[in-house]
């Protein structure tokens, strides 16, 4: 996001404060504060995602999303079978661990 998109961002938020008060229940301390129009917004270097980073959570959130797509299209007795397979496994891991 560019300097002049997050300032736009936040003209916007700040915008909504100021005209929506009224039907609000709660408004930010800062929407009043004399120091609100002139916020410095900038970007840490340091936090910024590397592209490898972004590239890792985006395998990661497709991985995921497949996963949901792949639980939703199951029915409901599979869903019943598999829980109780996971249930017994992990029983048997304790046992396990227990008699050792």
Do not use: C
Not at 8 to 15: D, N, T, W
Not at 69 to 89: P, V
């Amino acid at each position: 996001m560019s300097d002049r998109q997050a300032r736009e961002s936040f003209a916007s938020i700040l915008s909504y404060y100021r005209h929506n008060r009224g039907s609000l229940e709660r408004v930010p301390n800062w929407v009043d504060s004399r120091e609100s129009g002139s916020v410095v917004i900038g970007l840490l270097r340091d936090s910024a995602p590397t592209d490898e980073q972004v590239e890792k959570a985006k395998e990661e959130l497709r991985a995921l999303m497949a996963m949901e797509e792949t639980r939703d299209a199951m029915t409901e007795s599979e869903r019943a079978l598999l829980t109780a397979a996971a249930s017994s496994s992990r029983a048997k891991r304790l046992q396990n661990k227990k008699d050792k």
